[in-house]
């Protein structure tokens, strides 16, 4: 009895452990419909998910907020791609500013980097300030993936929770 109860507890503290959570929002998971991968993602942010690009999708969010709220892209490079590149040379190819650094996840070594970039027109308007992007190489068996948080850099803070959640939830099925 004893022994079964401790193992109730023990799978229940478990899977507490293992579940990822931000205070005050609630989060779904997401399965990509092409069989890439999985995450948690943001339940009350809209999902867009790329027709005929397999393994991409962005949440944009919170909700309500304006069209120039922040957003998290999940997206498989495969080298198959023409414009692939490897790994260590994405974050050049995004920013000449941008300096990788090493970040754990799941008990391996990835690639993280941030930059500014200019703002994008929306509906004929253009966001003030700058965007503020913070991105995660994560290795594939083929190719790799690159999830990105983007955000005007004053309100960049307010999602950078979210965007861990979703890193610590990712996982690859390639």
């Known amino acids: 009895m004893r022994k079964t109860v401790f193992a109730i507890f023990a799978a229940f503290f478990s899977a507490c452990a293992n579940k990822t959570s931000v ?84 008990g391996q070594k990835v690639i993280e980097f941030d930059y500014l970039k200019k703002p994008f027109e929306i509906h004929g308007k253009v966001e003030p300030g700058m965007r503020k992007h913070l991105s995660v190489l994560i290795p594939a068996k083929t190719g790799y993936f690159v999830l990105d948080h983007s955000v005007n850099e004053k309100h960049h803070h307010e999602t950078t929770q979210v965007f861990d959640a979703v890193v610590n939830s990712f996982r690859p099925k390639d």
């Open 23 to 106: 205070p005050g929002m609630e989060l779904a998971v997401y399965e990509d419909p092409s069989g890439l991968f999985s995450c948690e993602g943001p339940a009350d942010w809209r999902v867009y998910e790329h027709k005929g690009d397999k393994g991409h999708v962005q949440f944009f969010g919170p909700a309500g907020n304006s069209p120039f709220g922040a957003s998290i892209g999940i997206h498989h490079l495969h080298p198959s791609e023409a414009w692939f590149v490897p790994i260590d040379k994405y974050p050049a190819l995004m920013s000449s500013r941008a300096i990788p650094r090493e970040r754990m996840w799941r």
